[in-house]
């Protein structure tokens, strides 16, 4: 019997959409073009350019057939000014503009090329920089550092998103006060967040909107059975001013 499957995407199904990202490639020997379901690649051309979905540039690079060029925004400079951003700011970076008659969304769109804007994280920009890190890293500037700074960005990231949960105490005496939490999505904008971080951060949200949704019910049925005794008691009241006249 088959296990039930969480809501949503799992890590592993979005970095495999991840892999449909074009980059641009520096081939090293001659190739004809591909005729894939989504439609021909160029054929490759030493020492021309050329874009290709990620899954096959990966390909070729493990073959040594052609080299990954990073895109702008993976590098050193790039990621700093972005953490530098990101840390005096309680909103997300922006992500890359979109042209205003655009039909196309990520992984489609051309925003881990070489000619990708350096100051705005892609949709994918975690795992297609932990892809690039992990089979690439002869081609990317300084590889150590960018995988220092893609972890300081993530952890900063995720801590704007945790932020929309916070703690609040209610009641009134000591008796009563109690903590719950609550939900604060005004401070939130989900504007620029990425594929993996909403992938990571749902069983987080989702398990306090859960113990939201239990203490509602609680209180609820407390508040349910608070109301019977109060009718049960002045039923029985009544009753008894009753038999005394």
């Known amino acids: 019997m088959a296990l039930p499957l969480p809501p949503g995407l799992t890590p592993p199904e979005v970095a495999f959409i991840c892999e449909m990202e074009m980059v641009t490639v520096i081939p ?13 690649t160029p054929p490759l051309n030493p020492p021309y350019r050329t874009p290709l979905p ?10 040594r057939r052609a080299s990954i060029l990073p895109p702008p925004w993976l590098s050193p400079a790039s990621l700093k000014s972005i953490l ?9 970076s922006p992500p890359p503009p ?18 990708a804007p350096p100051d705005a994280l892609p949709y994918h920009w975690v795992e297609l920089g932990e892809m690039l890190l992990d089979a690439a890293s002869d081609d990317l500037p300084e590889p150590d550092t960018l995988r220092r700074l893609m972890r300081d960005l993530r952890e900063v990231r995720m801590a704007k998103m945790r932020a929309g949960v916070k703690v609040a105490k209610e009641g009134g005496g000591e008796e009563d006060r109690e903590e719950e939490f609550s939900l604060n999505w005004e ?59």
Do not use: Y
């Open 98 to 115: 979109l042209s205003p008659h655009s039909t196309i969304s990520p992984p489609f769109l051309a925003s881990a090329t070489a000619d």
């Open 28 to 40: 090293r020997q001659r190739l004809e073009g591909l005729n894939l379901l989504g439609g021909s």
């Open 187 to 245: 401070g939130v904008n989900m504007n620029g967040v990425g594929g993996m971080e909403v992938c990571e951060g749902r069983a987080f949200i989702g398990g306090v909107v859960d113990g939201l949704r239990r203490i509602g019910a609680s209180r609820e049925m407390s508040r349910r059975e608070k109301e019977q005794e109060e009718r049960e008691g002045g039923i029985g009241g009544e009753s008894g001013n009753e038999m005394d006249l």
């Open 54 to 63: 990620l899954w096959l540039a990966l390909l070729l690079k493990r073959q």
């Open 84 to 92: 530098e951003t990101e840390n005096g700011s309680a909103l997300f």
